[in-house]
């Protein structure tokens, strides 16, 4: 796949995200200065505080669904401690696990809850904005694997990696503007900002396809 990189600037970067967080308390300001003023009731809702234990809950539930899975593939591959008990244990057993499976529903149904949070929505706004004003102009195509694109939530979700979550939950449920913003470039998703990458002070984005 093809995406742009530019070098930018750090200072730059986190002056512009820090400045948007401050508007905190001033949703309508916030929305105008990233353009989103007929946005303006998500910006108002991504401001408001909110509770992000369901993430912790989801964690949890992928943890035990991936062990489950695991469980499943182990059973019909006769690596399972039951395949002693004979075949009609390790059916039982099998259906049991399905069961228990499709009780935990499907793994698409956290991150789908995750992204249309207007907190998360909110933020990733301010993280394009971040991009907008500290490229270099230098910007570039490049052809890179998709598989070597970092986004540190959708593979908290794959991973059902709790630390992360744990801190990310922390960040999300902090007033607007105590925000982290180093937290927020680096850690964070945008809608076109992939990678900031400070130690090479380069950024991976996408863009809109012109139009015709």
Do not use: C
């Not at 400045?19 to 929305?31: F, I, K, T």
């Not at 607007?176 to 002070?201: A, C, I």
């Amino acid at each position: 796949m093809y995406i742009i990189t530019a070098t930018f600037d750090a200072e730059a970067a986190l002056g512009r995200a820090s400045e948007l967080l401050a508007l905190g308390d001033s949703p309508e300001r916030l929305a105008e200065r990233l353009g989103a003023t007929r946005d303006l009731e998500m910006v108002k809702e991504g401001v408001a505080p909110v509770s992000f234990k369901q993430v912790m809950t989801d964690m949890q539930r992928i943890k035990k669904y991936v062990e489950v899975e695991k469980e499943i593939a182990d059973v019909k591959a006769g690596k399972s401690m039951f395949r002693i008990l004979g075949a009609g244990y390790q059916e039982k057993q099998l259906a049991k696990l399905e069961e228990t499976r499709r009780k935990l529903g499907s793994l698409i149904e956290a991150p789908r809850w995750f992204y249309k949070q207007p907190r998360v929505q909110l933020l990733s706004a301010i993280r394009d904005y971040a991009l907008d004003g500290s490229q270099q102009g230098d910007a570039a195509w490049i052809e890179i694997e998709e598989e070597a694109l970092v986004f540190p939530i959708a593979k908290m979700f794959e991973m059902s990696d709790q630390a992360f979550a744990q801190i990310l939950v922390e960040q999300l449920e902090k007033p607007l503007q105590d925000v982290d913003p180093r937290f927020l470039l680096e850690k964070f998703e945008g809608n076109r900002s992939v990678t900031f990458d400070f130690e090479k002070g380069a950024v991976l984005y996408y863009t809109p396809a012109p139009a015709h």
